[in-house]
C-alpha cells in the first residue's frame, strides 16, 4: 500500500493498524504532543491529511502534522518521525 493517497479507507487501515500494533506509540503521542498525563488507554479513531485524532481516556485530541499530507508512505513516514522526536526528548 506504498503511496497509496490518503482515502478514508486507507485512513481507516491506518487508525486500525495503529490502534491494533502501536497503541504505546498513541500514548506517546498524546503525552507529548499533546500534553495530556499519562493516558491509560489512546486510541487513533481518525487520520486526514492534517491531523490525528485520537481518544485518550474518553476524551478527543487533535494533534496536527508539521505539513499536509500526501499519501499513505507521507503519513507512515510522518508518524515514524514524530514517535522518533517524541522519545528522543524524554
Not at 490518503?6 to 500534553?35: E, F, P
Not at 488507554?41 to 490525528?52: C, P, R, S
Amino acid at each position: 500500500m506504498k503511496n497509496a493517497p490518503l482515502t478514508n479507507d486507507v485512513a481507516a487501515r491506518i487508525c486500525k493498524h495503529m490502534n491494533n500494533d502501536h497503541s504505546k506509540a498513541l500514548v506517546t503521542y498524546a503525552t507529548h504532543y499533546a500534553g495530556c498525563k499519562p493516558p491509560l488507554q489512546a486510541k487513533m479513531v481518525e487520520l486526514n491529511t492534517k491531523e490525528m485524532k485520537l481518544e485518550v481516556d474518553g476524551e478527543l485530541i487533535a494533534i496536527a502534522f508539521n505539513h499536509t499530507l500526501v499519501d499513505s508512505e507521507d503519513a507512515h513516514k510522518t508518524l515514524v518521525s514524530m514517535f522518533k522526536v517524541a522519545t528522543s526528548s524524554t
